[in-house]
């Protein structure tokens, strides 16, 4: 690779589309979808299984729509091809039940210029019809071999992974496997119809080995390891659950999460986790409180 084909393209970004809300978004919270999204990341919870209550990732779910509105107003549309999500961190007031009405709006809090590209944070905030915030979530997406130059505004809290951790041996290791089907179960759960998860010809047409699977459906397996195996299976004691996006999964991969405990205070104890394929970390610098 050529140093022309790595270097950063300069691209200035407009400071005045940060801190600036989008339109409103509606979802109506129904028992079906919940055990939908359930089924189509193969968690085991069986409160999430019977549309009871949603598993932790579901969040994404009502707010899919104006989750990435915001980027819209901070960077050019011509560099959207090098856009990735990077970073996902979700911080949980209460679990969504069926019947929930919400309310999901997001804004872009600032960028950051890095050697090897630019991130940008967007703030979420999912809120019931009636006010009350139901969760927060950070957001990084991040263009590859872009610089703009400076960095502003804020960016996303830190979770990263302590690597003295591992001179001790995980609490827990939870095998999991991506079945063949799994993007075509997703998409319809999770509202997102990204071709690069269901036409193998549009993936290898964009430089990849084929379909890929829904990061944020990986994410979805770590939270149920991390509930069943930490959290007795229960959702309501997850207060934040966080990563970044390492690597990409591909349908028929095997996966292992691998759980660390922290620490506990003020009745919360934290865990760092990754989730693996083989050598690969395909999730890193993962992160949960659980209240005790």
């Not at 270097?7 to 509606?26: H, I, K, M």
């Not at 990735?84 to 039940?97: C, K, L, S, W, Y």
């Not at 207060?239 to 999964?249: D, G, I, P, Q």
Request: glycine content about 8%.
């Amino acid at each position: 690779m050529t140093a022309e084909t790595t270097a950063s393209r300069l691209v200035e970004f407009d400071d005045s589309g940060l801190e600036t809300w989008c339109d409103d978004e509606q979802f109506e919270v129904t028992g079906e979808r919940i055990a939908e999204y359930a089924a189509a990341t193969n968690d085991p919870v069986e409160a999430h299984l019977a549309g009871k209550v949603a598993s932790p990732v579901f969040a994404i779910v009502p707010v899919f729509e104006a989750m990435m509105m915001p980027v819209i107003d901070v960077a050019p549309m011509d560099i959207f091809g090098r856009v990735v999500h990077g970073e996902q961190d979700f911080h949980f007031h209460r679990a969504i039940a069926p019947g929930d009405r919400l309310v999901s709006r997001a804004k872009a809090i600032g960028y950051t210029s890095l050697a090897n590209g630019t991130t940008i944070t967007i703030l979420i905030e999912c809120r019931t019809a009636e006010g009350e915030l139901v969760n927060e979530q950070y957001l990084t997406a991040f263009f590859r071999a872009i610089d703009a130059g400076k960095s502003v505004g804020i960016a996303a809290p830190a979770h990263k992974f302590d690597e003295n951790l591992r001179t001790g041996d995980p609490v827990a290791v939870v095998a999991q496997h991506v079945d063949d089907d799994q993007t075509f179960r997703y998409a319809p759960a999770s509202g997102d119809p990204v071709p690069l998860h269901l036409d193998e010809q549009v993936a290898k047409d964009a430089g990849l080995p084929g379909i890929i699977a829904h990061g944020l459906c990986t994410m979805a397996f770590a939270s149920w390891a991390v509930l069943t195996e930490v959290a007795g299976s229960d959702v309501h004691r997850l207060k934040r659950f966080a990563v970044r996006f390492a690597k990409m999964v591909l349908p028929g991969d095997d996966l292992e999460t691998r759980i660390w405990r922290v620490g506990s205070a003020n009745g919360v104890s934290t865990y760092a986790f990754e989730t693996v394929r083989g050598e690969d970390v395909v999730l890193s610098d993962g992160l949960a409180e659980i209240a005790d």
